[in-house]
T-cell receptor, first 112, second 113 residues
């Protein structure tokens, strides 16, 4: 079983719709969770971090965490063509080295 | 601009060459990382340094040799690489213990010919 799993997609949504990106992880004691966005040919950039169960909102982005189900998601409201990118889920493992484990990423396509 | 600077941005090298990738972070972080990103694969953690000490080596071949002279600088020395080592190499830094948010540099595109 992969440590962090994402559906590679592509996930295609029309402009203005809500895009829902999902991620599951295997390490039950993970405490820190991140979503990164990566445009083609660029490095990953941080969108959201979440540490507690529940929802965390930042502008059009909402991260949701459910530690009991080992599940983290990212919702993008009012999707724009500029949101088209690969979204990487990342989880800090249980060690204290700060090791960040990435999923393979979900490619999102927002169509005008 | 994330505060993590990588040079060179692009590198083409032969299999017998020796080259180095350089990374510098201006964020006052205490941990630095090398990641490798190949096409259609997840980001692979290569090395972790906490307070200049290597704390993780993810079974990386010895043709990749990291060096961390201080908390702000990280090098990746490359020697006798193979064509399959062609990839995007990403340096990152974080403050371990405070959320541990990792910030990436722009990356170094490496092509081995």
């Amino acid at each position: 079983q992969k440590e962090v799993e994402q559906n590679s997609g592509p996930l295609s949504v029309p402009e203005g719709a809500i895009a829902s990106l999902n991620c599951t992880y295997s390490d039950r004691v993970s405490q820190s969770f991140f979503w990164y966005r990566q445009y083609s040919g660029k490095s990953p950039e941080l969108i959201m971090s979440i540490y507690s169960n529940g929802d965390k909102e930042d502008g059009r982005f909402t991260a949701q965490l459910n530690k009991a189900s080992q599940y983290v998601s990212l919702l993008i409201r009012d999707s724009q063509p500029s949101d088209s990118a690969t979204y990487l889920c990342a989880v800090v493992g249980s060690s204290n080295t700060g090791k960040l484990i990435f999923g393979q990423g979900t490619t999102l396509q927002v169509k005008p | 601009e994330t505060g993590v600077t990588q040079t060179p941005r692009h590198l083409v090298m032969g299999m017998t060459n020796k080259k180095s990738l350089k990374c510098e972070q201006h964020l006052g972080h205490n941990a630095m990382y090398w990641y490798k990103q190949s096409a259609k694969k997840p980001l692979e953690l290569m090395f972790v340094y906490n307070f200049k000490e290597q704390t993780e080596n993810n079974s990386v071949p010895s043709r990749f040799s990291p060096e961390c002279p201080n908390s702000s600088h990280l090098f990746l020395h490359l020697h006798t690489l193979q064509p399959e080592d062609s990839a995007l190499y990403l340096c990152a830094s974080s403050q371990v213990g405070i959320g541990n948010t990792i910030y990436f540099g722009e990356g170094s595109w490496l092509t081995v010919v």
